[in-house]
């Protein structure tokens, strides 16, 4: 008799161990594309507003490539730099640009999103040497993630 209770324990205890295991989320690139973007990147170096900030605002087209619907997309960061070094790693607002609308896309669909910076950032005296800017744009979503890189925007300066 013992010897049938402990087979079944060695028989038992894979499946409580099994079925304790969670399961991990498969996180792969999203079959996503860029149809448009728009950035304006500024200093505002006017009088009286002192020290100086950066502002970035822009418009984009995101298009779902892949043959499911994408859940929930959300651009987690966006990373600024300045002849590669990085200067800001910026948490955006992120919205469509219809406010009626959701923040999924559909198989083979478009949407159009505004984001930019919610708080105005210090100059970084790197900025203040240089004209131009990469910027790297992060997406999640429910189904995984994906990342653009953009070279060589024009910072402009408003005096």
Known sequence: MNILRITSLLLFIPFIIS???SSEKVNYNLDLSIEKLEINAWLNLMPGTSPGKFHL??????????????????LKN???YSNEEVVYTIKPYFSPKNKKDNYNLGINKEKEFSFGTDNVLKIDERLEKNNKIDIKLEFISEQGSIYFRFHDI???RAY
Do not use: M, P, R
């Open 78 to 80: 966006i990373t600024v």
């Open 57 to 74: 605002t822009a418009e984009i087209t995101l298009k779902n490539k892949g043959s499911d619907e994408i859940k929930n997309i959300e």
């Open 154 to 156: 024009e910072v402009e």
């Open 19 to 21: 079925s304790c295991a």
